[in-house]
C-alpha cells in the first residue's frame, strides 16, 4: 500500500472512498459539510436516519452518493467540537482505513484536516493501521485480500506536509519491523536469524556486534548460557550502537531486551495450550531493536545502545534442571528453581554487561517477563519497575504521549526474602505472591546502582482482539513509540 499526500481540492474518483470527520452531535467538519453540500445533503439524511453521534471511532459508511463520482463516504467520529489533536486524527484516520479496506475500493481519500502536521499524523496512522503479516499465506484469495492499494492525504500544502511525514514514517517503520520480528514463527527466527536482522540494520548507519557462546562464556555469563544449553540453536547477544550526539563521546542511554525465541518452560515445561503464544517472548528484544531502527532512521542527536540477549529455552538431554545453580557475569550465584523463569536470567547477565561495559546514563529493560503482570494489571499498561523516580516520570510521561501506557509498581527490599535461597545468593523465583516484583527485585540485583527501569510488557507486546485501531490483532511492536519519545522529549540535545 502507498501512501502520498494530495492537494486539499483533489477530486476523488470512482474507485475511492472519501473520509471526513464529525464530532460530537455529528456536528460536521469542514470537509464533511462539502460533501453534504454536494451530495444535497445526504450525509446529514444518513444521520437523521440513524445511531451515528460524532463518537470517537464510529463510522457512517454512505455508498455510491449522488452527486459524488466517489464510490463511498466514509465519515468517522472524533468527538470534540473543533479543533482535533494530531493523536485523535491519527486514530480517525485509522479507523477510516480499517473501515474500508476490504470494501472493493482500491483507493482511500483522507479530508482529516488541511494543515501539514494533521495530515502527517494521518499518514502515520494509516501506515500503522495497514500492517499485515502475510508472508506465509499463499492461497488467499483476492477478494479476501485488502482492496486499498493507495491512501491520498489531502493538504494544503502536501510538499510541507510530506516533510513533516519524513519523522513519522521513520518512526513507522521501525514499528513495523519490530511487528515483524514479534510475528516470526520461532522455527524461522531464532537466536542467530535475529542477530542477522539486527545486523542488517547498519544499513540505517547503526554499528552491529554479535557475540556467540564463546565469547559470552569467556565474558562468565553462566547465567544467560544456562537458558540456551539445551536448545541445538546458538544463543546470541547483540549489542547495537547509535551514536548521534554532537560529542560522540557522551555517555550513553541503554536499552536491554528479552529475547527468548521460543519459551517451552524448559524442563519446567508448560503446558501444551496457547504455548504458541511463547514465539512472541522476544518481544522486548523486538522493541528494543525497533527504537534503535527508529533513532538511527530519524538520525536521532543522541548516544544509545542497545542490547538483545537471545536464546531459545527448551527442554532436552543437555538442558538445565531445576535445582541446578548458575553463576552470572556479575559473578553472583542463583539456585534455578524453575527453568520456566529463564527471562530473568537472560536479563541477568544482559543487564551486568551493558552497565560495565557502557556505564550508561540509564538502562531501560523490556521483558515479557511474567503471566503476573497480566493478572495484576490487565492489557492496557505495561508494568513499570524502577530505582529512579525521575527516570519513572518522564517513562510515563512518554507512554501517555504515545498511548503505550505504563503503571508503576513498587520495588518493596521485604519481598526480597522471597528470593533468598539456602544454598546461592537466590533462586530465580520467589513464589505466587507478588510474582511481578519479585522478578523485578531479581533483575535489580544486577544493575549495580545504575538508574534503571524495567518494562513488564507481557500484557500488552500481543494483542488479540486488539483495541487500537493503529494496531491490527497480533504484534505490537510495544515500547518503540514510547522510547523513541522518552528520548526525543527528554534526552535529545
Ligand atoms: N515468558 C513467560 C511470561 C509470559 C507469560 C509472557 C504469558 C507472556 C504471556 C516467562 O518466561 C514465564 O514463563 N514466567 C513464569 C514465571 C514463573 C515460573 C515464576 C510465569 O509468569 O508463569
Ligand atoms: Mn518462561
Ligand atoms: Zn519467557
Redesign the pocket.
Known amino acids: 500500500m502507498r501512501i502520498e499526500f494530495v492537494p486539499a481540492d483533489l477530486h476523488a474518483g470512482a474507485t475511492a472512498a472519501v473520509a471526513v470527520l464529525a464530532h460530537e452531535a455529528a456536528a460536521l467538519s469542514p470537509e464533511a459539510r462539502v460533501i453534504d453540500e454536494a451530495t444535497g445533503g445526504a450525509l446529514a439524511r444518513a444521520i437523521a436516519g440513524g445511531r451515528f453521534t460524532g463518537a470517537k471511532g464510529q463510522i457512517l459508511d454512505l455508498v455510491a452518493p449522488h452527486g459524488l463520482e466517489a464510490a463511498r463516504v466514509v465519515l468517522v467520529g472524533v468527538d470534540g467540537v473543533g479543533a482535533v489533536e494530531p493523536e485523535a486524527v491519527e486514530a480517525a484516520a485509522a479507523h477510516a482505513f480499517q473501515a474500508v479496506k476490504a470494501s472493493g475500493v482500491t483507493e482511500l481519500v483522507l479530508k482529516l484536516g488541511a494543515d501539514a502536521e494533521t495530515a502527517a499524523r494521518a499518514a502515520f496512522g494509516v501506515k500503522l493501521a495497514a500492517y499485515r503479516f502475510d508472508k506465509y499465506r499463499t492461497t488467499e484469495k483476492a477478494e479476501k485480500k485488502p482492496s486499498v492499494t493507495v491512501v491520498k492525504v489531502a493538504a494544503a500544502d502536501p510538499v510541507k506536509a510530506a516533510k513533516v511525514y519524513e519523522g513519522l514514517n521513520a518512526l513507522a517503520d521501525a514499528i513495523l519491523f519490530s511487528r515483524d520480528l514479534v510475528s516470526e514463527p520461532a522455527n524461522i527466527l531464532h537466536p542467530e536469524e535475529f542477530a542477522a536482522r539486527a545486523k542488517s540494520l547498519e544499513s540505517l548507519g547503526l554499528e552491529v556486534e554479535i557475540l556467540g557462546e564463546a565469547e559470552m562464556a569467556k565474558l562468565g555469563m553462566g547465567s544467560l548460557l544456562g537458558v540456551g544449553q539445551g536448545s541445538v540453536r546458538e544463543s546470541q547477544l547483540v549489542i547495537m550502537k547509535w551514536n548521534g550526539a554532537a560529542d560522540k563521546s557522551a555517555q550513553p542511554i541503554a536499552f536491554v531486551g528479552?529475547g527468548?525465541t521460543f519459551?517451552t518452560?524448559g524442563i519446567s515445561i508448560k503446558p501444551a495450550d496457547g504455548m504458541e503464544d511463547?514465539k512472541w517472548?522476544m518481544g522486548g528484544a523486538a522493541a528494543v531493536t525497533g527504537v534503535m531502527h527508529a533513532l538511527a532512521g530519524r538520525k536521532a542527536r543522541v548516544n544509545a545502545i542497545g542490547v538483545l540477549g537471545l536464546v531459545e529455552?527448551m527442554p532436552d538431554g543437555n538442558a538445565q534442571r531445576p535445582g541446578d545453580v548458575v553463576t552470572s557475569m556479575s559473578g553472583q550465584t542463583i539456585e534455578v528453581i524453575n527453568t520456566?523463569?529463564?527471562?530473568r536470567l537472560v536479563l541477568a547477565d544482559a543487564l551486568w554487561y551493558t552497565q560495565e561495559r557502557f556505564k550508561p546514563k540509564f538502562m531501560i529493560d523490556l521483558?515479557?517477563?511474567t503471566g503476573a503482570i497480566i493478572i495484576s494489571l490487565g492489557h492496557d499498561y505495561a508494568g513499570l519497575f524502577s530505582n529512579n523516580d525521575g527516570l519513572s516520570e518522564k517513562l510515563l510521561a512518554a507512554g501517555k504521549a504515545e498511548r503505550e501506557n505504563l503503571w508503576r509498581m513498587p520495588l518493596p527490599a521485604a519481598y526480597e526474602k522471597q528470593i533468598e535461597s539456602p544454598i546461592a545468593d537466590m533462586k530465580n523465583i520467589g513464589g505466587r505472591p507478588a510474582g511481578s516484583i519479585t522478578a523485578g527485585l531479581f533483575l535489580q540485583k544486577f544493575v549495580n546502582g545504575v538508574p534503571w527501569a524495567h518494562l513488564d510488557i507481557?500484557a500488552v507486546a500481543w494483542r488479540k482482539p486488539s483495541t487500537d485501531p493503529t494496531v491490527p490483532d497480533g504484534a505490537v511492536g510495544f515500547g518503540v513509540r514510547l522510547l523513541n519519545r522518552l528520548v526525543a522529549d527528554a534526552y535529545e540535545g
Open positions: 528479552k527468548v519459551d518452560g511463547m517472548d529455552n520456566d523463569a529463564e527471562g521483558a515479557t517477563l507481557a
